[in-house]
């Protein structure tokens, strides 16, 4: 068999479909299916069939993409030790509100030598955004996650409700837009709809600055405002409570989703995060 059939063959499984195999592999979506069809003819069996989630390998094309992933594996391993590996390949990263954006130490720090350039992308749901395969990793606030992905959960995290003045009665709050993106129940306890409200943001690094700039308290995630020393947490108004805690997860699709290089990276991200959530 020819490696780059089955590198077209790998590219296709977790894209989806051929149009965005051949875009990850930066080749016409016509070189896709000539590849396919010649890994079919050579192997003498139905690598495809379709359901509504787009192509899906065949029991036999299953059994051949535990051989590829294997045969992809064995060459990650040998370019690892290799110096000087170019960073060529993108990596989506997606989360809700631009949680990413917050943790970027850590994003940087997994992706060490590994050949990946990062792509965040702020999106209204990170599970949605996996699903449609617009994404190859989303970090997510979830109870339960779908059951079309596998991930890794990170730890368990509760929120606290933070200012840098004592006065408290000013506050921080979500727009309109943050809240139609993100309806949960930790969204909804900074919706602001009276003369409290001092500023509106659209995601955490603006909510961060506005509070560090002293506009207003907010309910913030314990591990996200811990790191900032000017912000203290103090006593919630007496009719408010935080949401129970949530969960965050690493999630992607499933195993023949990932190449090596990002399972390396979602594995150490996660390792990481867990680090900082326990730490604090």
């Keep these: 068999m020819d490696w780059d059939d089955l590198r077209v063959f790998l590219a296709a499984v977790r894209a989806g479909d051929f149009t965005g195999a051949a875009s990850r592999l930066n080749i016409d979506r016509t070189t896709v299916g000539r590849r396919l069809q010649r890994l079919e003819a050579k192997l003498g069996i139905d690598l495809w069939e379709r359901d509504r989630r787009?192509?899906?390998?065949?029991?036999?094309g299953r059994r051949l993409l535990a051989t590829a992933e294997q045969m992809e594996q064995a060459i990650h391993t040998f370019a690892q030790a290799l110096p000087n590996q170019a960073r060529t390949r993108p990596l989506r990263l997606a989360s809700a509100l631009g949680l990413a954006q917050l943790v970027m130490e850590e994003i940087g720090e997994a992706q060490g030598s590994l050949p990946l350039i990062i792509e965040l992308s702020a999106v209204r749901d990170p599970v949605d955004a996996l699903l449609h395969r617009h994404a190859d990793l989303g970090l997510a606030l979830v109870s339960n996650p779908s059951r079309d992905l596998a991930g890794i959960r990170i730890g368990t995290v509760a929120m606290g409700f933070y200012a840098v003045r004592d006065d408290v009665t000013r506050r921080?709050?979500?727009?309109?837009?943050?809240?139609?993106?993100?309806?949960?129940a930790w969204a909804r306890v900074n919706n602001i709809e009276d003369d409290r409200l001092a500023?509106?943001?659209d995601n955490h690094a603006a909510q961060r600055d506005a509070m560090l700039a002293g506009m207003g308290a907010a309910w913030s995630w314990r591990f996200l405002a811990q790191r900032e020393k000017t912000l203290r947490e103090v006593p919630?108004?007496?009719?408010?409570?935080?949401p129970a805690n949530a969960s965050l997860w690493l999630l992607h699709r499933p195993a023949a989703g990932i190449d090596p290089a990002t399972r390396?990276?979602?594995d150490r991200l996660a390792e990481l995060l867990a680090s900082r959530i326990c730490a604090e």
């Design 54 to 60: 787009g192509a899906l390998p065949t029991a036999a």
């Design 172 to 184: 921080v709050g979500w727009s309109r837009a943050a809240l139609a993106e993100q309806p949960s």
């Design 199 to 201: 500023c509106e943001v």
């Design 236 to 242: 919630p108004p007496e009719n408010e409570r935080p």
């Design 264 to 266: 390396d990276f979602a």
